[in-house]
């Protein structure tokens, strides 16, 4: 079947640890999205990807990080930098022009 | 800057009842406008989408919207809803200046069904 997915599920950092979130699709889309979910305020543009090799900032990217070396895989590290980094994590993808589909989430606690 | 209102943060429906989620946006072109459901601890699914064309759309489980452009709305409505349909629903704006890489949502409405 194909879809996104999103590991882990949970994860627990301690403060000042970087952590990566691990997004992989198989849906053969040229555009993959991180957004930043908390309670009451919908979801948030972290850093979103066209084409290989290219990325761009969204709305909140300041402690955020990025790769995309395959079309399949747009990882997602947070920074020690990233001041409240406890939040729901949500990876999307596209045909550009077309609708978003989402990953399960990862929910990510530091403590 | 687009932007979406929902201004129902929290709405409680008998189960059969009829439903209407309320959405406003503010976009200068025409939008490209969504409506996305979301179970506790899930990603979101997509529930119907509007591009252009006819302005009521249809979507998954029964769902529909309609956008009104001289209101800058895009309501979603079902004519009865199951106990399933327990969850969090967020309205979408794209930029369609941008091929509609930078969605802007709304802040959610919780829907509770009662028995």
């Known amino acids: 079947d194909g879809g996104i997915t999103q590991s882990p599920k949970y994860l627990f950092r301690k403060e000042g640890q970087n952590v990566t979130l691990s997004c992989e699709q198989n849906?053969?889309?040229?555009?993959m999205y991180w957004y930043r979910q908390d309670p009451g305020q919908g979801l948030r543009l972290i850093y979103y990807?066209?084409?290989?090799?290219?990325?761009q900032k969204g709305d909140i990217a300041e402690g955020y990080s990025v790769s995309r070396e395959k079309k399949e895989s747009f990882p997602l590290t947070v920074t020690s930098a990233q001041k409240n980094p406890t939040a729901f994590y949500l990876c999307?993808?596209?045909?550009?022009?077309?609708?978003?589909?989402f990953g399960p989430g990862t929910r990510l606690t530091v403590t | 800057a687009q932007s979406v209102t929902q201004p129902d943060i929290h709405i409680t429906v008998s189960e059969g009842a009829s439903l209407e989620l309320r959405c406003n946006y503010s976009y200068g072109a025409t939008p490209y406008l969504f409506w996305y459901v979301q179970s506790p601890g899930q990603g979101l699914q997509l529930l119907l989408k509007?591009?252009?064309?006819?302005?009521l759309v249809q979507g998954i489980k029964g769902f529909e919207a309609e956008f009104k452009r001289s209101q800058s709305s895009f309501n979603l409505r079902k004519p009865s809803v199951h106990w399933s349909d327990a969850a969090e629903y967020f309205c979408?704006?794209?930029?369609?200046?941008?091929?509609?890489?930078?969605?802007?949502f709304g802040t959610g409405t919780r829907l509770t069904i009662i028995p």
């Open positions: 979408a704006v794209g930029d369609s200046n941008f091929g509609n890489e930078k969605l802007t």
């Open positions: 990807s066209q084409i290989v090799n290219d990325f």
């Open positions: 849906l053969n889309h040229d555009a």
């Open positions: 999307a993808s596209s045909i550009q022009g077309t609708e978003q589909y």
């Open positions: 509007y591009f252009s064309g006819d302005t």
